[in-house]
Nanobody, 115 residues
Framework: QVQLVESGGGLVQAGGSLRLSCAAS????????MGWYRQAPGKQRELVAL???????NYADSVKGRFAISRDNAKNTVYLQMNSLKPEDTAVYYC?????????WGQGTQVTVSS
């Protein structure tokens, strides 16, 4: 099992930046994939970015070139650097980790981008 705690959300103007953090309750060294999803009001949860333990990444088309995912195994933390934010990026952002056949989610952190 693993517990995930997000932080770093907030209110930012369009064009601004935020960095989200996801702290895990155990070592993430052996967790093959970790990532971020988001859910806007009235919409389904969608993939934002994933990163494997080997460093491979996968991004939603809507965030390519603006967002960057990274992981620090020594700190058991995954990050999402978000630049050039747009109002359509407004959502609750969730950290995600599949482990031992189960999916684990954080509680979410709100990101609001004003125009």
């Amino acid at each position: 099992q693993v517990q995930l705690v997000e932080s770093g959300g907030g209110l930012v103007q369009a064009g601004g930046s935020l960095r989200l953090s996801c702290a895990a309750s155990r070592s993430i060294f052996s967790i093959n994939r970790m990532g971020w999803y988001r859910q806007a009001p009235g919409k389904q949860r969608e993939l934002v970015a994933l990163m494997t333990s080997g460093g491979s990444t996968n991004y939603a088309d809507s965030v390519k070139g603006r967002f960057a995912i990274s992981r620090d195994n020594a700190k058991n933390t995954v990050y999402l650097q978000m630049n050039s934010l747009k109002p359509e990026d407004t959502a609750v952002y969730y950290c995600y980790a599949p482990l031992s056949g189960s999916d684990y989610w954080g509680q979410g952190t709100q990101v609001t981008v004003s125009s």
